[in-house]
C-alpha cells in the first residue's frame, strides 16, 4: 500500500460522528470511543486532533484534563484506520498533541500503553512511578513537558469519564 497524504488539523463540532466510527472500527470495543464521548460531554477534553486525508478522517487523538495532579493531562485515545496504520500517522498526532500542550502550558502528560512505543515521545514509567493510580505499572507512563517538578506522591487521577472503563 502506498502512503498518502494527510494534514494534522484540530476537533472541529461537526466531526463527533465520524471520530465515533473510527475509534469502533480501530478498537475490538466502543469503550474508547465511549469515553471519547463522555470526556467531551464533560467538558474534560483539552486538545483533539485528527489526522484529515483530503476529507477523510484516518486518525484522532485526544488529550483530557486529569484531576490531579494540576496541570496534567491524559492522552487516551489514539487511533489510526486499519488501512492507514504503519504510516506515521498516530505518531504525527501525538506529537502535534505534545506540542500544543507544551505551548499552552501544561505540565505533563500520562499515557497507559506500550511504552515501548510511547518512550519516542519522552514517556517513562519512571517519571509516573512517584504517582498512586489504579493503572500504575509498566505500561504507565509520564511525559514531563516542563521544567517544573511535579508535587511527588500525589495519585494520578484522571477525569471522572476514565471511571467507566
Known sequence: MSA???????????????IDTLLRAAFATGAEADLTAALRTAGDAEIEFLADADGTLIGHVLLSRMRQPAGTLAL?????????????????????ALAQATAN????????????????????SAAAAPFASPYSGEHFGLAILDDDELPKGETAQHAESFGAL
Open 4 to 18: 498518502i497524504d494527510w494534514e494534522i488539523r484540530p476537533y472541529e463540532e461537526g466531526d463527533a460522528e465520524a
Open 76 to 96: 487516551a485515545p489514539v487511533a489510526t484506520s486499519l488501512e492507514h496504520r504503519h504510516q506515521g500517522v498516530a505518531a504525527s498526532l501525538i506529537e502535534s
Open 105 to 124: 502550558d501544561w505540565r505533563g502528560v500520562f499515557v497507559l500503553g506500550d511504552l515501548s512505543y510511547y518512550e519516542r515521545f519522552g514517556f517513562e
